[in-house]
């Protein structure tokens, strides 16, 4: 275990569905980054939160909604989601600053049906 | 904004043999260059990084290399095992600034018996 939790590990829905992605970290960590891996795009880089405040969204759509409550917790809500946005998403956590060593959840797999 | 390209996408070495993996980067504001391990079915865990105030760094069989002026940094795998059969993923990041790991696209080494 790397201090990164994610739920669910599974994710079945379809297109009309809205489900939410939840990511935990005990790290004491105060950024938190979601990524989707994908053949295509291994690990692409789709937020970052910095102390709770957005400081990236890599042109990801808007039927992706990240929300973080506080620098422990990371959210992505799903809504009338694509076929093409099955894929592994994964959670990252690190300290801003010096060490930033990643660590990385085991992951949700989206199945978009 | 940052860029990080990989070669090769596929790597298939002879056990024992050594492996090089290498990476460019496009912003020259890069400091930190961390390079990630991921098994089959698990998540990526980082396996050596390398800050750029430094050329060099070795840790047992891996070792990594950087130059800032190309903007080009290499892992090299010697005396390679079976249990190094992965995918590999160099990354690059701006340490006190927006913090973004930017990631590869991933090089699949294959050691073969």
């Known amino acids: 275990e790397t201090g990164v939790t994610q739920t669910p590990r599974h994710l079945v829905m379809g297109m009309t569905n809205k489900k939410s992605l939840k990511c935990e970290q005990h790290?004491?960590?105060?950024?938190m980054y979601w990524y989707k891996q994908s053949a295509k795009k291994p690990l692409e880089l789709m937020f970052v939160y910095n102390f709770k405040e957005q400081t990236e969204n890599n042109s990801v759509p808007s039927r992706f909604s990240p929300e973080c409550p506080n620098s422990s917790h990371l959210f992505l809500h799903l809504h009338t989601l694509q076929p093409e946005d099955s894929a592994l998403y994964l959670c990252?956590?690190?300290?801003?600053?010096?060490?930033?060593?990643?660590?990385f959840g085991q992951g949700t797999r989206l199945t978009v049906v | 904004g940052e860029n990080v390209e990989q070669h090769p996408s596929t790597l298939s070495v002879q056990e024992g043999d050594s492996a090089v993996i290498k990476c460019t980067y496009s912003?020259?504001?890069?400091?930190?260059f961390p390079w990630y391990k991921q098994e089959l079915g698990k998540r990526p865990q980082l396996i050596i990084d390398?800050?750029?105030?430094?050329g060099e760094k070795k840790d047992q069989r891996i070792a990594v290399t950087l130059n800032k002026t190309a903007k080009h940094f290499s892992l090299h795998i010697t005396e390679t095992q079976p249990e190094d059969s992965a995918v590999y993923f160099c990354?690059?990041?701006?340490?006190?600034?927006?913090?973004?790991?930017?990631f590869g696209k991933g090089t699949r080494l294959h050691i073969l018996p």
């Open positions: 990354a690059a990041s701006i340490t006190n600034r927006d913090d973004k790991i930017i």
């Open positions: 912003d020259s504001a890069s400091n930190y």
């Open positions: 790290l004491g960590h105060n950024a």
């Open positions: 990252a956590s690190s300290s801003r600053g010096r060490d930033t060593e990643a660590f």
């Open positions: 390398i800050r750029s105030n430094v």
